[in-house]
């Protein structure tokens, strides 16, 4: 899954020089373009590092003859006024590349951080958290790097690779095992998933044998009367808005998965800094 996610890593990088420089950084351009300096990246937050592969994309597309030495890595944990990086090349090249570098930590840093706490909350569980498609356009592959990074999991990457039948896609089937048995006649092989709403709704999709059961919006008791019907006949997993205070109880009641968005859709950025010696 880590290769798949770095596909288009490159591209990624490209488009955001490509909207942030535009026909060039006329402000670098007041600096003499044999200047040379060394500068330094600095957390101003506590949290997880992630982003250092898009950060290293982004110098090597400015300027290759940029070096850089990584004092922590993805995964780590960062304090404030830790040292991240140290980076050392033309004045214009480190000024040039300074936004991105910095968008890109500061936003897959946040997804990280945000997926260990989470982690954390609930590993006395078996469950999984999951992340969901509820990214940021055009960053979904760095965003669910970063849930890994941090110690979560991967929901499907698009409408591709997995069935999510939902409310809307069972009325326009007829049933919940018309969906199913349609799904698995189009596309063999790929993972079909369903969601209810009902212990009856469970039940059908249980009859029908989809791999995965969303179970939507459940209350605490529902969720345990699923796990006990669903007797481990296939894998349950609970949606609802959860966050670090509901996690927990969710957790507890032995499904195997929980899907949150927050994740990846509420991102309080992590502060990085860049300095010049």
């Known amino acids: 899954m880590t290769t798949q996610l770095l596909e288009g890593l490159s591209e990624t990088v490209r488009a955001a020089l490509a909207e942030d420089i535009g026909s060039g950084d006329i402000t670098a351009e007041l600096i003499p373009a044999e200047k040379t300096a060394t500068a330094h990246i600095i957390s101003r937050d506590q949290g997880i590092l992630c982003g250092t592969l898009w950060a290293n994309e982004v110098f090597q597309q400015i300027d290759p003859a940029v070096t850089l030495e990584w004092h922590k890595h993805d995964g780590d944990s960062i304090n404030n006024n830790d040292v991240i990086l140290t980076a050392h090349g033309k004045a214009r090249s480190l000024l040039t590349a300074e936004r991105s570098v910095l968008n890109f930590l500061q936003t897959l840093s946040s997804v990280a951080s945000s997926a260990r706490k989470i982690a954390d909350r609930v590993k006395h569980t078996r469950v999984?958290?999951?992340?969901?498609?509820?990214t940021i356009p055009g960053l979904r592959r760095a965003q669910k790097f970063a849930v890994l990074t941090g110690g979560c999991f991967n929901h499907r990457i698009g409408l591709y690779d997995a069935y999510l039948?939902?409310?809307?896609?069972?009325?326009?089937?007829?049933?919940?095992?018309?969906?199913?048995?349609?799904?698995?006649?189009?596309?063999?092989g790929k993972p079909v998933e369903v969601e209810v709403e009902t212990i009856e709704q469970l039940k059908e999709a249980l009859a029908a044998q989809a791999d995965i059961v969303m179970l939507d919006n459940f209350t605490l008791p529902m969720l345990n009367e699923a796990v006990a019907v669903n007797a481990g006949k296939t894998k349950l997993e609970a949606s609802g808005g959860y966050d670090l205070d509901s996690v927990v109880a969710v957790a507890e009641t032995g499904v195997d998965y929980i899907s949150i968005g927050s994740i990846t859709k509420h991102i309080h950025a992590t502060d990085f800094s860049m300095l010049f010696d």
């Open 128 to 134: 999984k958290i999951l992340d969901t498609r509820k």
């Open 165 to 188: 039948i939902k409310e809307n896609h069972i009325n326009a089937c007829g049933t919940i095992v018309n969906a199913i048995n349609t799904a698995r006649k189009h596309h063999e």
